[in-house]
């Protein structure tokens, strides 16, 4: 990998999310060797994910360049690779692109896609967790009216323009709201020699409500934006199989569509090398104590999604969200420096600063500790928070001026079709994810 012989000590982080940025901008003034390893050369800032799948924002917006984030701090590498195992035995990983050897590793590497076992749903569906995914999704999206501009079989056209979300967490609820808002304001203006008034979308959800980790009253007002906007919201609907065409579920409901988003789930996305005993088999999580250490050694940790540190609190382990793997990355940079220091290290506790989820223009649910709103106010709040936490000014800048001309236009004018979505054929497809 090139990295050069130090005395300091080694720490290697994988992942470039929001954990593995957190830590690494704690540890800049430590007298560490810092290298941190990512398979992009960009961070993302998934809560934004679906405004890029609906053209509301470009890709670039939402992402930041890692090297940019270090490029000021001494004794700080980036390198661009796959980790694909951890030797335990010889303090070192093994990457597509060599080894290299640690004195304390950071598994920071996020979650991906759950599909719960189900191949043939992986294979005909498509999941929203990454950049390439999101232009994907965009571009299939455009694509299938552009096909079925030149259908003159009613029963397939209607087939192209229904729309399946599966999984009623924020990302599919937020999905489906900025769908619903370009039926109702912008496709019909694109596509005026189709019935737009037909085009479907279909939320489902497993369980008896959607947003079901927020309060109630949070739920309920979320449901009832998406009901006004037109969307089909379908409960306690389990999807069993989905072939490219047709979807089965636990009911006698069957829905046609060309287009299944896969929103249901998270799992770790793990690394091989840790031993059964540190994983949590259903969830591919690492387990954790209290400081983050991987279970069974004191040099390696885990943070963010990857990590399951569980307590009376959390008996699942804390959410897989963003503010989770922010505060424990802090909060281990904290803890290094105190090892370095041969200080004892602080457990940690987590901070709820609340969660929120977005539904359309001027509609948002918001659930702080002691407080749960919606509407225009929660919508504010809601942008203020995210535009805030993005990586850069020019990030804030851009983001802002896209917001602000969307909601004064009513527009996005991100439907380009930059990067096509190649399909086999109209019940097989498959996609790049580069």
Known sequence: MNIPDSKLPRIIIIGGGFAGIALAKKLKSQSLQVVLLDKHNYHTFQPLLYQVATGGLEAGSIAYPIRKVIHHHENFYFRLCHVNEIDTNNQK?????????????????????????????ERNSIAMKTIPQSLNIRSLILENFEQALLCTDEHERQALINFVLVGGGPTGVELAGALAEMKNAILQKDYPDLDISKMQINLIQSGDRILNTMSEKSSAAAEKYLINLGVNVLKNVRVTSYDGRNITTNTSLTLETATLIWTAGVQGATVNGLPVSAMVERVERIKVNHFNQV????????????????????????????????????????????????????????????????????????????????????????????????????????????????????????????????????????????
Do not use: C
């Open 93 to 121: 990983i093994i990457a597509d692109i060599g080894e290299l050897s640690y004195d304390y590793l950071v598994i920071a590497t996020g979650s991906k896609t759950n599909y719960f076992g189900n191949k043939e749903i």
């Open 295 to 434: 279970l069974g050694f004191e040099n390696i940790f885990a943070l963010g999604d990857i990590a399951s540190m569980t307590s009376e609190e959390f008996p699942q382990g804390h959410p897989q969200m963003a503010q989770p793997a922010i505060q424990q990355g802090k909060h281990l940079g904290e803890n290094l420096e105190r090892l370095l220091k041969n200080q004892a290290m602080k457990p940690f506790s987590y901070n709820d600063k609340g969660s929120m989820a977005t539904i359309g223009r001027n509609k948002a649910v918001v659930d702080l500790p002691k407080y749960h709103f919606h509407g225009v106010f929660a919508w504010f709040v809601w942008m203020f928070v995210h535009l805030f936490s993005l990586i850069g000014f020019k990030n804030k800048a851009v983001v802002f001026l896209n917001w602000l001309y969307n909601y004064i236009r009513f527009d996005r004018e991100g439907r380009l079709i930059i990067r096509p979505y190649k399909k086999k054929n109209f019940t097989s497809f498959t996609f790049d994810e580069i």
